[in-house]
């Protein structure tokens, strides 16, 4: 289904399994929720790789009204090179005004 009324999303799985093709479909999914102005993902101490870093980054860029993101990935196995495909889904968030 699509949320297309949701305007916050708070996502917290800290100490699970969840790897970077988990994020293929969190991509897609943030990214059909067009009316969400904050959203804050915690994903600590997981197995996340960060290959599919790119499609979260898409998502999040389809969110317009975005004025709130914070993220947070400790403890999982990400490189810097995966960072710049999500930095520029980012980017596309014009109404930003505050990133964690």
């Known amino acids: 289904g699509r949320c297309t ?4 999303l708070v996502l917290m799985f800290c100490r699970n399994q969840i790897t970077g093709e ?12 067009t009316q969400l102005t904050k959203i804050v993902l915690h994903f600590e101490v997981n197995q996340i790789t ?6 979260l980054g ?5 969110c ?7 993220l947070r990935f400790p403890s999982n ?6 960072f710049g495909q ?6 596309r968030c014009t109404q930003l005004t505050r990133l964690w």
């Open 5 to 8: 009324q949701l305007t916050d």
């Open 86 to 91: 999500l930095g520029e889904g980012i980017g």
């Open 22 to 33: 988990h994020f293929l479909r969190l991509g897609e999914g943030i990214g059909r929720c």
């Open 64 to 70: 317009t009204q975005l004025t709130y993101l914070e």
């Open 58 to 62: 898409e998502g999040i860029g389809r």
């Open 77 to 82: 196995r990400i490189t810097g090179e995966h």
């Open 50 to 55: 960060g290959e599919h870093f790119g499609r």
